[in-house]
């Protein structure tokens, strides 16, 4: 039996003890950061692993939240999240692109996502991953082709750190990681007060 706390069970078929080891640690380090109101994306975190924020919604994705299917979802207006949290989960959700423009609507101005995810790793030996990137969906669940970088950014959410987390060689192909937290663009953020203020002026002139 495994005597640390678990992953989600596809991580446990695809991963050796060393590379869960690794990977406890680095989502401790992520998670630590999590603060506020926090949507915990996927299979869930143990709860210590979440103490400073000040409540924990759970949902199996975003877009389950912001659609009213998750947890909790009665309260997932847009905006309404602090910090997101996607650890092994952005890699494995069917539609991207949709997942993330439910997280960018859901985070605060200020809010942020912080995700620890496998990605692709260019240069030698690419193309030999991406064959066997399919064994690797039927195991984990995990698509680890994608270029999740850029996906965050081609849904209008500004990476404001990363760093990558290189596996030993018996992990392959699973190799890289990246661990990193990503806001909303200023534009977007702009947008969104400017619509507050403009809800905030009309409910005062209707009570004028």
């Given amino acids: 039996m495994d005597p640390l706390p678990p992953f989600p069970s596809g991580v446990l078929r695809a991963l050796p003890p060393v590379a869960r080891a690794v990977l406890r640690e680095q989502r401790r ?12 994306l996927g299979d869930g975190t143990e709860p210590e692993l979440l103490a400073r924020a000040d409540e924990v919604v759970r949902a199996r994705t975003a877009a389950a939240a912001a659609l009213g299917d998750a947890p909790g979802a009665e309260h997932a207006a847009d905006g309404s999240f602090d910090t997101i949290v996607s650890v092994l989960h952005l890699a494995a959700v069917p539609d991207l692109p949709t997942e993330l423009a439910a997280v960018r609507r859901l985070l605060t101005p200020e809010g942020r996502l912080l995700f620890l995810e ?50 030993p060689p018996v992990v392959w192909p699973i ?25 905030g002026t009309a409910t005062s002139q209707e009570h004028q």
Avoid: K, Y
């Avoid at 496998?118 to 994608?146: C, K, N, T, Y």
């Fill in 118 to 167: 496998p990605v692709r790793q260019p240069g030698f030996g690419h193309r030999l991953r991406s064959a066997a990137s399919p064994m690797v969906r039927v195991v984990s669940g995990w698509e680890i082709d994608r270029d999740l970088p850029l996906a965050i950014r081609a849904n209008h959410l500004t990476i404001v750190d990363i760093e990558r987390i290189n596996m």
């Fill in 175 to 199: 190799r890289t990681f990246i661990l990193g937290a990503a806001t909303r663009r200023p534009a977007d953020v702009t947008d969104a007060n400017a619509a507050a203020g403009d809800a």
């Fill in 29 to 40: 380090r992520l998670l630590g950061r999590a603060e506020g109101r926090v949507l915990d």
